[in-house]
């Protein structure tokens, strides 16, 4: 029996966020932060593997009130700091700059003694994690979930530009869950009709693919695609959206089917949104969301 439900591989980020109307938050981020507190907080047995400047970040310290979480903290010369800018209430629309990024994984810094169930990677930028992670892992005896924002969003010149992943088609077939939001399903595929570009990226290789969408969230599995609203009733904790979606989705799916795995969730990040920060509250706040809304 595995150790852990799944493996959560990712920097830590310093953000700056700056809201559309000014405010401003500093705060610590980053997809394995959002993505640890939502699969833990509904009660999955998490592994994370951070990286930062363990000199200037406490790594252990920024899971410290999830439950369910056992750290490896791992050490880089730099932490990955960035600035993010919404320019809208939705925000839909931001620009985000970079101050510096982190040595890339490497698969010697995976623990031997970690057994996951799912090796999730979550990185912020090109680099992060490259290519071959993704291969290890299933050598390691693991499903592989990707968020494809670690393969197509790239630091340059101290902004953030997008880029199609050269690799896509040679490891896409590896990949158990492949997660893309609505923007990064069009650079991969060239279409913007989300049911086109999920069937086009099972078509490569990849198992079960997720579209996150401002309005819905989109599953294909190669036979039927399933869809669920969104309802959050404010959108003051947006950052985070994608992270939270597909950790507690992948989570689940180890023993729900995809409706039910997908239903909770949207409600989860339906939920998490109407507050900043990554989801601090727990299952029986869920399932009670889950019975108004959905």
Not at 279 to 287: N, P
């Given at each position: 029996?595995?150790?852990?439900e799944?493996?959560?591989?990712?920097e830590i980020a310093e953000?700056?966020n700056?809201?559309?109307?000014?405010?401003?938050?500093?705060?610590?981020?980053?997809?394995?932060?959002?993505?640890?507190?939502a699969?833990?907080n509904?009660?999955?047995?998490i592994?994370v593997l951070p990286?930062?400047?363990?000199t200037?970040?406490?790594?252990?310290?920024?899971?410290?009130k999830?439950p369910?979480?056992?750290?490896?903290?791992?050490h880089?010369?730099?932490?990955?700091v960035?600035?993010?800018?919404?320019?809208?209430p939705?925000?839909?629309?931001?620009?985000?700059?970079?101050?510096?990024?982190i040595?890339p994984?490497q698969?010697?810094e995976?623990p031997?003694?970690?057994?996951?169930k799912?090796?999730?990677?979550?990185?912020?930028?090109g680099?992060?994690?490259?290519?071959?992670?993704i291969?290890?892992a299933?050598?390691?005896?693991?499903?592989?979930?990707v968020?494809?924002?670690t393969?197509?969003?790239?630091?340059e010149?101290?902004?953030?530009?997008?880029h199609d992943?050269?690799a896509k088609?040679e490891m896409?077939p590896y990949i158990?869950?492949?997660?893309?939001d609505a923007?990064?399903?069009?650079i991969l595929?060239?279409?913007?009709?989300?049911?086109?570009a999920a069937?086009?990226?099972?078509d490569?290789?990849?198992?079960e693919?997720l579209?996150t969408h401002?309005?819905?969230?989109?599953v294909?599995?190669?036979?039927?695609?399933?869809?669920?609203?969104?309802?959050a009733?404010?959108?003051?904790?947006?950052?985070?959206?994608?992270?939270t979606?597909f950790?507690s989705y992948?989570?689940?799916?180890?023993?729900q089917?995809?409706p039910?795995?997908?239903?909770?969730?949207?409600a989860?990040?339906?939920?998490?949104?109407?507050?900043?920060g990554p989801?601090?509250?727990?299952?029986?706040?869920?399932?009670a969301?889950m019975?108004?809304f959905?």
């Open positions: 029996m595995s150790q852990f799944s493996l959560i591989i990712g953000d700056t700056v809201d559309y109307d000014g405010t401003t938050i500093q705060a610590i981020g980053g997809a394995v932060y959002y993505s640890g507190f699969a833990a509904i009660g999955h047995k592994a990286k930062a400047d363990t200037k970040v406490d790594l252990k310290a920024a899971f410290a999830a369910n979480i056992t750290v490896f903290p791992v880089s010369t730099h932490s990955f960035t600035k993010n800018v919404y320019h809208t939705d925000r839909e629309r931001r620009t985000s700059t970079v101050d510096s990024v040595d994984y698969p010697c995976v031997e003694e970690i057994d996951a799912i090796w999730h990677l979550a990185g912020l930028v680099g992060d994690i490259p290519d071959e992670m291969p290890y299933v050598s390691r005896g693991a499903m592989v979930a968020d494809v924002q393969m197509l969003r790239w630091a010149n101290g902004g953030m530009v997008y992943w050269a088609k896409l158990r869950f492949l997660k893309t923007a990064e399903a069009e595929t060239g279409t913007d009709d989300r049911v086109a069937k086009m990226l099972y490569w290789g990849a198992k693919v579209i401002n309005s819905e969230v989109l294909y599995d190669g036979k039927d695609i399933y869809t669920c609203p969104i309802k009733r404010n959108l003051s904790g947006r950052t985070g959206r994608g992270d979606t950790a992948i989570n689940e799916r180890l023993t089917d995809i039910t795995a997908l239903k909770t969730a949207t989860l990040v339906s939920l998490k949104m109407e507050t900043p989801y601090m509250g727990t299952r029986e706040d869920l399932d969301y019975k108004e959905f």
